[in-house]
């Protein structure tokens, strides 16, 4: 079909329906049904709901079960990492942008459905799908998100951002309450116990994402250049990487606004990543069913996340980008500073309600501002994403390396909290730092 030029409508909404297809994973998979899932499989609770263990086997040595799944995940994130310079590299010298966001969003999705056969058994394979459908989710994320200043021009790119993560939150939990009915009435559904239900719920998740992934993929263009796929273009994400950092230096509001965003988005990502755990972990859900009310807080979370990624959106053209993202900043380290104190479901709830007002806002307004202060006319603007991104999940590496460290050492998530608090502080200080001297952000 023929090219739709930059800002055409049909065009914008299709890229922002991608947040649609892939945000299924970071619900079902990160937060809410595959965590409950991992913390009922590897902690055995005697009659009375007390921990008897939370040790599981692998590799030939025993793990305490959350620092193993903080340890695989920082370790996939580690790989997303180190990927980003090649494909980012390849794909905006050969133009091929969209394969390589369809092979990540194939290899996520595919990965997805194999951690039906997740079981203590099996442990490796269900840890190794579990790594490859991270992988193929933030692969594919790189792609996605350097898509936004070819298709978008700067003044829609805010709206359509917001646009995204909310089409993102309203499509995985309209999935989550399908798989939702699945486990709690899984009677009615015909099944003997929650663990198939479940377990189904990681098939259905794979084949959201494929299946409307295709309306975007009709729409989007292959990329910006086309050259042979020679030796030196396989290497030159790296070059590129080296010399994205030399204009960044170069531009110092776009350096410290990376800063910033690199201490505030560990936090962030992390909190989000562990979020259940916690909840599984640290609370006294007392006659309370534990997974209904985890994800009851999830679906709180992602459904507040819609209204404020649209509020932050509105914000930012009044206020400014970085005045809206300072105060994003404020926001979460309240949020922390009473999460550490929480014991019961109630407050669990009210802190899930927060959280989800400012995380569609930061997230969405991060991407939006970041892509506002590239150099006009980038037509390397994988490259700038990827930078972008890699610094996005080596903060993520650190986050969960610590919290597995700390988890191990304390036996306590809840310490971890504390942690987190320094990096919103350091966010905001790297923020009021940014030059204002652009309209564009101010």
């Known amino acids: ?11 914008l909404n299709a890229w922002a329906f991608y947040d649609w297809a892939n945000s299924v994973y970071n619900l079902v998979i990160s937060s809410a049904v595959f965590p409950i899932f991992y913390g009922a499989l590897t902690i055995l609770k005697d009659e009375d709901g007390n921990v008897i263990t939370d040790q599981v086997s692998f590799l030939g040595f025993e793990w305490n079960n959350d620092t193993l799944i903080s340890y695989v995940t920082a370790f996939a994130f580690l790989t997303v990492s180190i990927l980003s310079p090649f494909l980012s590299g390849i794909a905006d010298y050969v133009g091929n942008k969209k394969s390589f966001m369809k092979f990540f969003c194939y290899l996520g999705a595919i990965s997805c459905i194999g951690l039906f056969w997740f079981n203590l058994d ?11 459908a991270l992988i193929g989710f933030w692969g594919s994320i790189v792609f996605y998100n350097s898509y936004l200043p070819d298709i978008a021009f700067p003044n829609q790119q805010d709206k359509i951002s917001a646009k995204g993560y909310s089409l993102g939150y309203i499509g995985s939990v309209i999935l989550l309450l399908i798989c939702l009915a699945m486990i709690l009435m899984y009677e009615t559904f015909g099944f003997e116990d929650k663990g198939l239900p479940t377990r189904l719920s990681f098939i259905l998740t794979g084949v959201w994402w494929i299946g409307f992934s295709q309306y975007t993929y009709y729409y989007l263009p292959q990329g910006n250049k086309k050259q042979k796929l020679t030796r030196n273009v396989v290497f030159n994400g790296f070059k590129e990487l080296k010399q994205i950092w030399i204009k960044i230096k170069e531009n110092l509001q776009l350096k410290r606004y990376l800063y910033a965003f690199f201490m505030y988005s560990m936090a962030v990502q992390t909190i ?14 007392g006659t309370q069913d534990a997974t209904t009310g985890l994800i009851i807080s999830i679906l709180l979370i992602q459904l ?12 930012s053209s009044k206020l400014g980008n970085i005045k809206v993202l300072i105060g994003l900043n404020l926001i979460w ?9 929480i014991e ?23 991407r939006s501002t970041y892509s506002k202060l590239l150099p006009e006319n980038a037509i390397d603007t994988a490259s700038y994403f990827s930078f972008y991104d890699v610094s996005e999940k080596i903060g993520i590496v650190i986050g969960m390396l610590s919290y597995g460290f700390i988890a191990e050492k304390t036996g306590s998530i809840r310490t971890t909290i504390l942690f987190f608090i320094v990096f919103f502080v350091l966010g905001v200080i790297f923020l009021l730092r940014v030059p204002k001297q652009s309209v564009k952000i101010k």
């Open 304 to 315: 507040v996340a819609v209204l404020g990624a649209t509020l932050t959106s509105r914000l």
């Open 344 to 366: 019961t479901p109630v407050q669990f709830y009210i802190t899930a309600a927060f959280v989800g007002l400012v995380m569609g806002g930061i997230q969405s307004l991060s």
């Open 1 to 11: 079909m023929q090219q739709l030029p930059k800002g055409n409508k049909k065009l």
């Open 122 to 132: 099996h442990l490796w394979f269900g840890l190794l799908c579990y790594y490859l």
């Open 272 to 285: 989000m990543l562990i979020a259940t755990y916690f909840g599984i972990e640290e609370l006294d859900w």
């Open 333 to 341: 380290i309240a949020i922390c500073a009473f999460a550490y104190f």
